[in-house]
């Protein structure tokens, strides 16, 4: 099995405020799969500290809750979306690197997040 790359903090909400971005609304168990897709794992309880990174988004008006435990992206400054894009695409290479992975099928999937 390949390893994980343990993720938090800003770098958490940043994968997370971006994959809102780039996908949509999103329930925290939708999160937390598509954080192991992307070869990140969270410490702790996972689902409170994916929802306590969202919570800080919240107040700083990047994500808002649609429903309990579903959230879809808000507003951000176009500055702010690039400074978080940059960031969750430099933490998934990183998670790409430690699990190994060299195959076209994920690279392709990483690439996805660019456009």
Known sequence: MSELYEIRGIGLR??????LF????????????ALEYQGFTV?????????????WERER???RLV???KYAPAEMP????QRIHRRAMELRARAGIAAGRDDEHFW???A???D
């Open 67 to 69: 429903r309990r435990g």
């Open 112 to 114: 996805l997040y660019l």
């Open 14 to 19: 940043s994968v997370i405020t971006d994959h």
């Open 108 to 110: 392709d999937r990483v």
């Open 61 to 63: 008006g990047r994500v």
């Open 22 to 33: 780039r996908v949509g609304p999103q329930t925290i168990p939708d999160l937390l799969d």
């Open 43 to 55: 410490a702790g309880r996972p689902a409170k500290t994916v929802s306590d990174a969202l919570r």
């Open 78 to 81: 176009r500055t702010t979306e």
